[in-house]
């Protein structure tokens, strides 16, 4: 696969994005406006999550290689909706999942969710993984306000590849016919999913055609893997219903 950030880049990359989330909740006129892309969700509801989840992913890393749970959020939300303090609550959420990061570094073990994928239980693949549902956020509460910004490149190019990485692929065996589906960024960067017995895995394209094929900005293939976008709105290629059973499978099932 391709060189993903750096451990530095990631923490500096994870705390850019986490600013620009924070620069919409301190100028939007309401915290109660209904986020498109969350529809159960208001910017508050938002809030919370992004900082509530911070901080236990913060608590997870700080508990070591032996915790076998995550670990539950520390540091309540502001009693108010007052604006400067949750965007100061905000910045502590994030300065404790950056130093979590920083004390652990990015190769020692830590509890994740995602067992059996092709990324690894490492706070590497933590900060990897933080960055791009705090990208994704960002964008989700900039569309609320009304002006949605692109993730930027590098962000996309790498969120593409880990959600395929860390979402997509298991050992678990794959409950239908063999398949192959590849994801093409225009970007110049393209990935393979093989689903099959043997479970599914990502690798690049090797030149035989595949059964099902989707291309478009890597932004807009991250968007449409987090359901931020619909999938016809990219380009489609081949058995369809090949991405309707991947969506529809919980390899963790």
Not at 83 to 93: C, D, G, P, Q, T
Request: glycine share 8%; hydrophobic share 40%.
């Amino acid at each position: 696969m391709h060189n993903t950030p750096g451990f530095p880049d990631l923490l500096r990359l994870i705390d850019e994005r986490s600013a620009a989330f924070r620069a919409v909740i301190a100028s939007v006129p309401s915290l109660d406006a209904q986020v498109p892309t969350c529809p159960e969700w208001t910017l508050f509801d938002l809030v919370r999550h992004l900082g509530e989840g911070r901080r236990a992913w913060a608590a997870t890393i700080a508990a070591g290689p032996e915790a076998t749970a995550k670990s539950a959020a520390e540091g309540a939300l502001p009693g108010s909706r007052e604006r400067a303090a949750l965007v100061a609550w905000l910045a502590a959420s994030t300065e404790q999942l950056l130093a979590a990061l920083r004390e652990a570094g990015p190769d020692r073990a830590c509890w994740t969710w995602w067992g059996t994928s092709q990324s690894p239980r490492t706070c590497g693949a933590v900060a990897r993984h933080q960055l791009h549902e705090i990208s994704v956020h960002t964008y989700d509460a900039q569309l609320t306000v009304g002006a949605p910004q692109p993730l930027p490149d590098d962000v996309a190019l790498d969120g593409a590849e880990e959600f395929l990485s860390t979402c997509c692929t298991s050992t678990s065996a794959w409950p239908h016919e063999p398949a192959v589906i590849d994801f093409h960024a225009t970007e110049g960067r393209s990935w393979r999913l093989s689903l099959s017995a043997g479970g599914v895995r990502l690798s690049r394209p090797d030149g035989v055609p595949a059964d099902a094929a989707v291309r478009g900005t890597a932004h807009e293939l991250v968007l449409t893997c987090y359901n931020r976008h619909p999938l016809d709105s990219l380009k489609l290629e081949g058995d369809r219903r090949q991405f309707d059973l991947l969506v529809g499978w919980d390899p963790n099932e």
